[in-house]
């Protein structure tokens, strides 16, 4: 049975990464000095968990060096979102063939599914900010290269493709950078509240930038918008110019990429607590994100609304997303963080029950959108939560590969794609929707019923 299993994994794990007793390493920091309050010692770190929301939500940011980074981190997140709008929109009206579309969007995405171990293993045995820099010098180059092209008339299909392409080697190693410098950055108790405020970022920038970057190349032209967006990579680099640098905090393995990758792979299956967290993201990325996938059929054959309507829901969908993030960003760092993010995720799989019987027996287009920003905001607040316990509970050592590893999980997407898209072939969207969030509730039960790892994390 699957539980049985889960108890047998949790029992025959050890605990080679850390000294402290189980209980002691579940609780976040160890048992924290006498006298020294319950964050392990740090300074102000009572105050900030007791004061405001608001103050609290974006208390990370007071630290100097975090707020250039999460700076430089819009900035760079802007620029690239926006060049996915460019390309995508740039292709279509060069050759009017959806299929050219589909070719360089897999440019994109194919080089991350090959580089992605090996970025995380980079991240683990180079500096983090020069990683992070030269990513957008890179990027800059590349998107003054593309305009140029454009104001010159010498631009092809096949330049966005190139482009897509090292924009997707590119990003298996500064991603994991970006996130694996954050715990260096701020103290341990403030990395869930930093680790809120980037996801944040990316939320913002995913529905800010399309609606910002299409009116700016209708006036004034696509050329200048592939200037802009090589203007806010060389603004992000100088950004983060102002971070110290972080080197490794291991020593070199003396392994090949590939032996370093086995070791990250033997370090997971050793710790329950990573294993765990990252069993609980893959889930969600299979169960849960694949709704923005089927949402242009329910809004055409349950909620029979045209274009406009779509951009209402997706934009709705986001704003939940980014209103999840500032809510994790703002909470105290409560007991039973574990318990709180497998529970999240059974009330994650109710709300798109509750989305998928409104779009299926009561299709109201204003209920549907109040409904649909309650699941993008548990889902968001779930999966931040569950990121920035991944980011503390890690083995420094071992921090850019579980990330590069917790990014790797999206290229499962298609693997709940496919029997959603299936079920909503013969039965409708809801229903699919429907299967997968009873199937995401049912394991998510599993966990918490059966392992008592998850229960007591804190």
């Known amino acids: 049975m699957v539980w049985n299993g889960l108890s047998r994994m949790e029992s025959m794990s050890t605990r080679p990464t850390s000294e402290a007793p189980e209980d002691a390493r579940l609780q976040g920091a160890g048992a924290p000095p006498a006298g020294r309050g319950p964050w392990g010692g740090y300074p102000g770190a009572e105050a900030e968990q007791s004061g405001p929301w608001l103050q609290r939500t974006f208390r990370s940011l007071g630290n100097t060096e975090f707020r250039f980074l999460w700076i430089g981190s819009l900035l760079a997140m802007g620029a690239m979102q926006s060049m ?38 980079f991240v683990d045995r180079w500096e983090k900010r020069a990683i992070i820099q030269v990513s957008q010098v890179l990027f800059a180059i590349m998107a003054l290269s593309i305009a140029l092209l454009i104001y010159t008339g010498a631009i092809h299909w096949t330049h966005l493709m190139v482009a897509a392409f090292i924009q997707g080697c590119i990003m298996p190693f500064m991603m994991p950078a970006r996130q694996a410098i954050v715990p260096q950055v701020v103290p341990r108790h403030l990395i869930m509240n930093a680790a809120a405020l980037s996801a944040m970022v990316m939320s913002a920038t995913t529905m800010a930038a399309p609606a910002i970057a299409g009116p700016f190349a209708g006036w004034m032209g696509m050329h200048m918008l592939y200037v802009l967006i090589g203007g806010m990579n060389i603004a992000s680099f100088a950004f983060t110019t102002q971070v110290h640098k ?100 059974i009330v994650s799989g109710l709300t798109l029950i509750g989305f998928a019987a409104v779009a299926e027996f009561i299709p109201l287009f204003i209920p549907g959108l109040v409904v649909l920003a309650v699941v993008g905001l548990i889902q968001s607040a779930r999966m931040t939560l569950q990121a920035s316990l991944t980011l503390e509970y890690v083995d420094p050592t071992y921090r850019g590969r579980v990330m590069s590893i917790q990014g790797l999980m999206w290229g499962l997407m298609p693997i709940g794609v496919l029997p959603l898209t299936v079920i909503a072939d013969y039965w409708g969207a809801p229903a699919g929707l429907a299967a997968l969030a009873v199937t995401f509730i049912l394991i998510a039960t599993i966990v918490l019923i059966f392992s008592p790892t998850m229960r007591r994390l804190h």
């Not at 063939?97 to 090996?118: C, I, R, W």
């Not at 020593?251 to 607590?273: A, E, K, M, N």
């Not at 029979?304 to 934009?315: D, H, I, Q, R, T």
């Open 246 to 345: 972080h080197y490794p905090e291991g020593g070199p393995s003396g392994r090949s990429p590939l032996g370093d990758i086995v070791l990250g792979f033997q370090y997971i299956r050793r710790d329950t607590v990573i294993m765990l967290l990252l069993i609980m993201g893959i889930v969600q990325v299979m169960m849960m994100a694949p709704i923005r996938f089927v949402m242009p059929l329910l809004a055409r054959d349950d909620f029979n609304v045209e274009e406009a309507g779509l951009g209402f829901m997706l934009a709705v969908l986001g704003l939940g997303s980014m209103g999840g993030a500032l809510l994790v960003a703002g909470l105290k760092r409560a007991r039973y963080r574990g318990r709180l993010l497998v529970v999240s995720a």
């Open 84 to 121: 996915a709008f460019a390309q995508g929109f740039y292709v279509y009206e060069l050759t009017g063939d959806p299929k050219l579309l589909g070719v360089v969007t897999a440019a994109n995405g194919v080089p991350g599914l090959g580089l992605s171990l090996f970025g995380g293993v």
